[in-house]
């Protein structure tokens, strides 16, 4: 059985960091796209980063390359999200999510609906 487990969330001042990390197990994370996604108002999901399953290639959108960074530990079976230079419009409830064999197209990250398996979510705060 799959399971995504996010942890790290908590509050943050602006400009601060947060690492989250996602525990996952059922899976073998070298087959498995992942991404990172959070939840917008409207609960609109927003790709933040993602792992092309084919070759381990990291993309990010545009609101989160140069601050974010998203990392895999295949021993550990882990993803995470180091998040710096936090903004007043990071916070959000972040969820890991995984798909055998998903590639990405066009430097983009998968929409939500390509993903089948999802954890639970994490929430992240900015306040000063």
């Known amino acids: 059985q799959v399971q995504l487990v996010e942890s790290g969330g908590g509050s943050v001042q602006p400009g601060g960091s947060a690492r989250l990390t996602c525990q996952a197990s059922?899976?073998?994370?070298?087959?498995?796209?992942v991404g990172w996604f959070r939840e917008l108002p409207g609960k609109k999901l927003e790709a933040v980063a993602c792992?092309?399953?084919?070759?381990?290639?990291?993309y990010y959108s545009y609101r989160a390359k140069g601050r974010f960074t998203m990392s895999v530990d295949y021993v550990r079976n882990t993803v995470d999200l180091q998040m710096n230079s936090m903004r007043r419009d990071d916070p959000a409830l972040y969820y890991c999510?995984?798909?055998?064999?998903?590639?990405?197209?066009?430097?983009?990250?998968?929409?939500?609906?390509?993903?089948?398996?999802w954890g639970q979510g994490t929430q992240v705060t900015v306040s000063s």
């Open positions: 792992i092309d399953s084919r070759d381990g290639r990291i």
């Open positions: 059922g899976l073998d994370l070298k087959a498995y796209g």
């Open positions: 999510a995984a798909e055998e064999g998903l590639g990405v197209v066009s430097g983009e990250c998968p929409r939500d609906w390509s993903y089948d398996e």
